[in-house]
């Protein structure tokens, strides 16, 4: 059974970035497609895009495109989600999720990324 | 983009009675549905597919029903653990996923 598991919290000012990372183990594929989706404390879920490691594709909402790089690094089947000028906005928690086009079956543990001066 | 609308943002509910969740998109999705369970301070779950197909391991209590842009989650006898937040998303529009908004069943 794939688990994710993600990268510890982080701590940011405005205006800088975040890179959080999502390594799966166990299943097939080894990397599998990933989709990101941000929670604001106290909001829904919003997707933020996805990798396809198989094919190197990406895809991205168009809220943050511009502003996020997701990538992967097959060899250890690990995802990353880089997200650019930060702001207070941006204080959230992060999940990674296994994209199986119809929905995200598996999800990561979440990583809690605070925005503050 | 398509956007999914959840009604109502809180229902109060007592154990064992029924649940009826909505969700309504603003353009059909066909049945490119899927229903997810929030508990706090968790990761969501994936519940439902395919607007009516229970993920694996999920109890038969929970049933998703609806196409096109009316949608309905039902829990037929609200279990302790059930009292949660719970998304509906689309990925008709694929490869753009769309959240609804969420609602919170509470207990009565």
């Given at each position: 059974q794939v688990q994710l598991v993600q990268s510890g919290a982080e701590v940011r000012k405005p205006g800088s970035s975040v890179k959080i990372s999502c390594k799966a183990s166990g299943g097939t594929p080894n990397s599998p497609t990933i989709s990101w989706v941000r929670q604001a404390p106290g909001q829904g879920l919003e997707w933020m895009g996805r990798?396809?490691?198989m094919f190197g594709t990406t895809n991205y909402a168009q809220k943050f495109q511009g502003r996020v790089?997701?990538?992967a690094d097959k060899s250890t089947s690990t995802a990353y989600m880089e997200l650019r000028s930060l702001t207070s906005d941006d204080t959230a928690v992060f999940y990674c999720?296994?994209?199986v086009h119809w929905a995200l079956d598996i999800w990561g543990?979440?990583?809690?990324?605070?925005v503050s001066s | 983009e398509i956007v999914m609308t959840?009604?109502?943002a809180t229902l109060s509910v007592s154990p064992g009675e029924r649940a009826t969740l909505s969700?309504?998109?603003?353009?059909s999705v066909r049945s490119n549905l899927a229903w997810y369970q929030q508990k706090p301070g968790q990761a969501p779950r994936l519940?439902?597919?395919?607007?009516?197909?229970?993920a694996t391991g999920i109890p038969a209590r929970f049933s998703g029903s609806g196409s096109g842009t009316e949608f309905t989650l039902t829990i037929s006898s609200l279990q302790s653990e059930d009292f949660a937040v719970y998304y509906c998303?689309?990925?008709n529009d694929w490869p753009q996923l769309t959240f609804g908004g969420g609602t919170k069943v509470e207990i009565k």
């Amino acid at each position: 059974q794939v688990q994710l598991v993600q990268s510890g919290a982080e701590v940011r000012k405005p205006g800088s970035s975040v890179k959080i990372s999502c390594k799966a183990s166990g299943g097939t594929p080894n990397s599998p497609t990933i989709s990101w989706v941000r929670q604001a404390p106290g909001q829904g879920l919003e997707w933020m895009g996805r990798i396809i490691p198989m094919f190197g594709t990406t895809n991205y909402a168009q809220k943050f495109q511009g502003r996020v790089t997701i990538t992967a690094d097959k060899s250890t089947s690990t995802a990353y989600m880089e997200l650019r000028s930060l702001t207070s906005d941006d204080t959230a928690v992060f999940y990674c999720a296994r994209d199986v086009h119809w929905a995200l079956d598996i999800w990561g543990q979440g990583t809690v990324v605070i925005v503050s001066s | 983009e398509i956007v999914m609308t959840q009604s109502p943002a809180t229902l109060s509910v007592s154990p064992g009675e029924r649940a009826t969740l909505s969700c309504r998109a603003s353009q059909s999705v066909r049945s490119n549905l899927a229903w997810y369970q929030q508990k706090p301070g968790q990761a969501p779950r994936l519940l439902i597919d395919g607007a009516s197909t229970r993920a694996t391991g999920i109890p038969a209590r929970f049933s998703g029903s609806g196409s096109g842009t009316e949608f309905t989650l039902t829990i037929s006898s609200l279990q302790s653990e059930d009292f949660a937040v719970y998304y509906c998303q689309q990925y008709n529009d694929w490869p753009q996923l769309t959240f609804g908004g969420g609602t919170k069943v509470e207990i009565k």
